[in-house]
């Protein structure tokens, strides 16, 4: 179905969206999905940071005891 639509079909949906809510609520609206993909994004930098953290901290020393007081 969607694949009829075609470009005179989208213009025309675009202008009944814009005619019912107006300009200034659309444009607030893209704002608002402009930051919620903003901060998708930082939450998925964060939780691979945090991952890689943990395996960091995971990661085992594997130094002999012997080698370890020597600087």
Known sequence: MLNNIGLPGLLLIAVVVLVLFGRGKISNLMGEVGKGITAFKKGVNDGAKE??????????????ESEKDKV
Do not use: N, R, S
């Open 51 to 64: 991952l890689e953290d943990e395996k960091a901290a995971e990661a085992k020393d594997v130094t002999p």
